[in-house]
């Protein structure tokens, strides 16, 4: 359990690549944090790092970054592959609480690992969900239920830019992502569940062959498209439609909600370096509310303050994030917010779409651990 911190939360860092170097930013933000610790193994990486940390301590290991007496809390951002490897030496050497980007782990032979890790470490975990916290995510979650009366029907539609290029292009490859509907899709499971309060049932998944990578070197296995339905046990369905080439859209994310009293939508832009500046000003994340009666949709902006647009590439999202966390590590607040299983049932969704496009066959997913595990606690 946390207990109350006063003076400045030192972070440790695990990773900082393109998203450690986005929390970096972030972590600038907050009023009494300071990063006191990096371990990144790639010189170029560590030196975008180390500009955007200038106190912090550069270290050449895991361990080498635990004995950092400091630390009052760790972030882990490396790739995916490495994340629950890197939880067992953090609690075998020294359990901080611990912020862990998405997703919580890529093999899904590696499950009773984690419930080993998660019955037995001592200290809170968060799992980074970003979307969550995106202004119009944060305010459809919100205002769901008024809107829809109960829903029924929720549609997730991301058309974004490829995925980019990383150290050894790692997120190239199913065997260190989980493959794409776990890389990048868990956030999308992570808000069906939580928006619909239920567990999914069963998953039917479908994808194209893909567009992106097939010319590069090393020959790419991952999707950059697809489709995947989700039935929960409430009823509702789900859906997620995913296209990676598609990153001359308005909006990259799209997300509906519907039911007997109406529709809502969250509309959000994609990071807004990429919007080219011959379009003028960059789209702003909106949120529209539909009623069946009376008819009129009602559309309402939702700006993200430039300050936060700058540190990152999730419209202010993971700053609010951080907020949380450091409240938790202060001992402000008793839990994490996203839990260790709601990081294992979002990839666990993940991994029965990517087994679903795999075997054409619909996947159960009744009696999952994560439900075993969360029952039990």
């Known amino acids: 359990m946390s207990v109350t911190k006063t003076g400045p939360v030192r972070y440790g860092m695990i990773g900082c690549g393109m998203m450690g170097q986005e929390h970096l930013r972030n972590i600038a933000l907050l009023d009494g944090a300071e990063v006191a610790a990096i371990f990144e193994p790639d010189a170029k990486m560590a030196q975008a790092a180390q500009t955007l940390?200038?106190?912090?301590?550069?270290?050449?290991?895991?361990?080498?970054?635990?004995?950092?007496?400091?630390?009052?809390?760790?972030?882990?951002?490396?790739?995916?592959?490495?994340?629950?490897?890197?939880?067992?030496?953090?609690?075998?050497?020294?359990?901080?609480?611990?912020?862990?980007?998405?997703?919580?782990?890529?093999d899904p032979t590696h499950a009773e690992r984690l419930q080993a890790f998660r019955d037995n470490y001592p200290a809170?975990?968060?799992?980074?969900?970003?979307?969550?916290?995106?202004?119009?995510?944060?305010?459809?979650?919100?205002?769901?239920?008024a809107a829809t009366g109960g829903i029924t029907m929720l549609t997730v539609r991301e058309h974004r830019f490829p995925f980019l290029f990383k150290v050894g292009n790692w997120n190239r490859f199913n065997r260190y992502t989980g493959g794409t509907f776990v890389e990048k899709?868990?956030?999308?499971?992570?808000?069906?569940?939580?928006?619909?309060?239920?567990?999914?049932?069963?998953?039917?998944?479908?994808?194209?062959?893909?567009?992106?990578?097939?010319?590069?070197?090393?020959?790419?296995?991952?999707?950059?498209?697809?489709?995947?339905?989700?039935?929960?046990?409430?009823?509702?369905?789900?859906?997620?439609?995913l296209c990676m080439y598609a990153e001359g859209a308005r909006y990259q994310e799209e997300v509906t909600a519907v039911g007997p009293k109406?529709?809502?939508?969250?509309?959000?832009?994609?990071?807004?370096?990429?919007?080219?500046a011959h379009l003028g000003a960059p789209p702003v994340p909106k949120l529209?509310?539909?009623?069946?009666?009376?008819?009129?949709?009602?559309?309402?902006?939702?700006?993200?303050?430039e300050e936060l647009l700058a540190a990152g590439d999730h419209n202010g999202s993971t700053y609010h994030q951080h907020v949380g966390f450091i409240a938790l590590v202060r001992g402000e607040r008793s839990a994490p917010e996203v839990t260790l299983e709601?990081?294992?049932?979002?990839?666990?969704?993940?991994?029965?779409?990517?087994?679903s496009i795999e075997t054409s066959e619909v996947v159960r997913l009744a009696d999952q651990p994560w439900q075993r595990v969360s029952q039990d606690a």
């Not at 979307?131 to 459809?140: D, E, G, Q, S, W």
């Not at 479908?206 to 489709?227: C, F, K, M, Q, R």
């Not at 709601?342 to 087994?355: C, K, N, S, T, Y």
Request: proline share 12%.
């Open 53 to 106: 940390a200038p106190g912090a301590q550069m270290v050449g290991s895991m361990a080498d970054l635990l004995a950092v007496e400091a630390l009052d809390c760790l972030v882990i951002t490396s790739p995916n592959f490495r994340h629950l490897e890197q939880l067992e030496e953090i609690a075998a050497t020294r359990p901080l609480p611990v912020l862990v980007e998405k997703p919580l782990f890529t």
């Open 124 to 145: 809170p975990v968060w799992v980074a969900m970003e979307y969550r916290y995106m202004p119009p995510i944060a305010a459809f979650l919100d205002e769901a239920e």
């Open 185 to 241: 899709c868990c956030h999308f499971f992570d808000l069906m569940r939580l928006a619909l309060k239920s567990e999914p049932v069963r998953v039917m998944a479908s994808a194209p062959p893909p567009v992106n990578h097939v010319t590069e070197a090393d020959a790419p296995d991952i999707l950059d498209a697809g489709y995947a339905i989700i039935e929960f046990a409430s009823g509702a369905r789900a859906m997620l439609e």
């Open 262 to 276: 109406g529709k809502i939508e969250a509309l959000v832009p994609g990071p807004t370096r990429f919007w080219p």
């Open 288 to 305: 529209v509310i539909s009623p069946r009666d009376p008819k009129g949709p009602v559309e309402r902006e939702l700006p993200v303050p």
């Open 342 to 355: 709601d990081g294992w049932a979002a990839v666990a969704i993940g991994q029965a779409v990517q087994r």
